[in-house]
């Protein structure tokens, strides 16, 4: 009886997605979760079934006896791409925008592959994961770059990932607001990725060209660049799956960290994934010292064998996310968002491994603090297209959301480009303040304007703030 209630509820679902042309295999993943859901499965996993990560290599201690891995040959680059910065204001695909002198994520990627291409006379092919917002308007932009194409062969330049429909809490039936039909769908999170390179076929394009090795990353973090080392590990020992990961630091409390079962087995768990009275343990930076920088690294045989295996379906953890049809107006329903990490696919990997790399390989950018801190001096392009820190001390940065929280109202506000944060360790700005050109920001810095009337730092200040000499907050 209870199957039925179920087969019932989900048929406005399937007909819902059948309706918006999705492929069976996507109805059938996501009927998974929805399973899962109606029988009141939350995805949490508490501290009491899991144990601290430790004892994990580091990318240091890798061979690098040959500059450039000959499984180049057999490798793809594969870039999730289908956030809008909706947190910033933005309506269009964050890697469009500038990451360094009006040169975009996505041009600094797409020269990075090319760098490669030219230095390995290998084509190693740049593809991106869209979502139905991302991409014509990345398309557009990589058209403006025909080499890149040029050199893809058959591979293509972008697949997409699915939609799922977002569903009512209690009845999980999938919501209807006809004043902007574009809320009834979510993406069901970057785990989609399995399931998407499947039904597009695109898994199977590139085994047939002998490609065997793909490296995935977040198109927004510039340090996720290719690495040798990384490979030739990948190929030597036939992984199947090893996830890039570093040490958590205040900043990263919040951030999904990697753990093992009771088994034994690596897995990954996330903020939503964690009972409210075991935050304290996942916050615990000195227990569970490892976080997923979601830079990704697969055997594309290995996976098709295991989804083959499983009938298609990874059956990756369930993240179950409560937010508002309108997620800024409690007023408005309150909906269920079922969504998968592609990280958690570690556990489905027999033999899956980690490995520790350098903070440089993780400089995602979330918000526009994290833009500034990339505009600065902090960080530089070589010839490569790769962006290097140009220090390694800690900075943390805190810009007012009202003031500096959309693109444009930060850019009003930087209008020269970022001050001069090689040497600050800290920079708090409360209210509305307007930065010159040449500004120099040292120490601990925390700048306030409670009046109306906009505040000036004018070109060429140097703001000197509590720093080891004991110098006094800039007020």
Known sequence: MTEDRHQADFSAVARRMQAAGLPALAI???EHYFKQLACGQTGLLAEAEISPASDVPRLED????????????QTVVIKLNGGLGTSMG???AKSLLPARAGTSFLELIARQVLHLREATGHALPLILMNSFNTEADSLALLAKLPELAAGQGEVPLSFLQHRVPRLLEGSLQPVSWPQAPEREWCPPGHGDLYTAMLTTGLLDKLLSKGLRWAFVSNADNLGASLDPAILDLMARESIPFLMEVTRRTAADRKGGHVALDGNG???LRESAQCPGEDQDSFQNIERHRYFNTNNLWLDLQALKDL???????????LIKNRKHVVPDDPSTPAVIQAETAMGAAISAFEGARILEVPRRRFAPVKTTSDLLVLWSDRYQVDKAGLVQPTTTSPLSVDLDEAHFGSINSFRTRFPSGAPSLVNALELSVRGDIL???DVVIRGRVHLRNSGEAQRTISAGTEVDGIDESGNETIQ
């Open 265 to 267: 087995q690596l897995i």
């Open 435 to 437: 930065f010159e050109g």
């Open 90 to 92: 933005l309506n269009q």
């Open 62 to 73: 890798l061979p690098a006896d040959s500059e450039f891995s000959p499984a180049l040959a």
């Open 28 to 30: 059938r993943t996501f």
């Open 307 to 317: 989804m083959t295996a499983r009938d298609g379906i990874l059956g990756l953890p």
